[in-house]
């Protein structure tokens, strides 16, 4: 059983258009995270949602944005593609806001 | 703001040797978490191993254990008698136990090359 997944596992789009990836988690977890890995293999905080409630927000563009339909998903949607925005996006999980954090396979995008 | 720092990008050890994996990190908290996960070209995130800062005893998972000195605030990952599964980037993580910010705080990693 997959605990943590993400869909689509690869996204390769061109610059302008919008695109979503979505995640679901099957542990019965309370938080749900998205991270961004750039091409150098940095990873960084993007979002954090509690219960559906937003946590955490980054610094990142609006063209970004989290929705969390129910506790099990959370699904980034971004708005005007642009090149900068080529990288992996993980998902991952935790039972509560300080426990440890499950990921997801990652989605690697890439933006042409 | 926490900061991770491994300053090793690149290691490499042989099969069935150990190698150690350093990790550094700067926080004015005094309670808090450390990680190690491990990513495989595979891409997928995996949790090696996990420390308290409460604890004094440093936490060990069959081949993986740490040296956690928490004065001098280094977190290292010892891999004993490595293998080839073992070759993969290494990122070490903190985090604070809890008060509004539970995002992990990553270093830049280190690659792991394991030679047969």
């Known amino acids: 059983d997959t605990a943590v997944s993400q869909t689509p596992k690869y996204l390769v789009t061109q610059m302008g258009n919008d695109k979503s990836i979505k995640c679901e988690q099957n542990?019965?977890?309370?938080?749900m995270y998205w991270y961004k890995q750039d091409s150098k293999k940095f990873l960084k905080i993007m979002f954090s949602?509690?219960?559906?409630?937003?946590?955490i927000n980054e610094t990142v563009p609006n063209r970004f944005s989290p929705k969390s339909p129910d506790k099990a998903h959370l699904n980034l949607h971004i708005n005007s593609l642009e090149l900068g925005d080529s990288a992996v996006y993980f998902c991952?999980?935790?039972?509560?806001?300080?426990?440890?954090?499950?990921f997801g396979p990652g989605t690697r995008l890439t933006v042409l | 703001a926490q900061t991770v720092t491994q300053s090793q990008p690149e290691m490499s050890v042989q099969e069935a040797e150990t190698v150690t994996l350093s990790c550094t990190y700067d926080?004015?908290?005094?309670?808090?978490?450390l990680f190690w996960y491990k990513q495989p070209p595979s891409r997928q995130m995996i949790l090696v191993i996990r420390?308290?800062?409460?604890?004094?005893q440093n936490a060990t998972e069959n081949r993986f254990s740490v040296n956690f000195q928490k004065a001098a605030k280094s977190f290292s990952l010892k891999i004993s008698d490595s293998q080839l599964g073992d070759a993969a980037m290494y990122f070490c993580?903190?985090?604070?136990?809890?008060?509004?910010?539970?995002?992990?705080?990553f270093g830049k990693g280190t690659k792991l090359t394991v030679n047969p």
């Open positions: 991952a999980s935790s039972q509560v806001r300080w426990d440890t954090q499950y």
């Open positions: 542990l019965g977890h309370d938080t």
């Open positions: 949602y509690n219960n559906k409630e937003l946590i």
């Open positions: 926080t004015s908290e005094s309670d808090y978490y």
């Open positions: 420390q308290e800062a409460y604890k004094q």
């Open positions: 993580a903190y985090r604070r136990v809890q008060g509004g910010s539970e995002k992990l705080v």
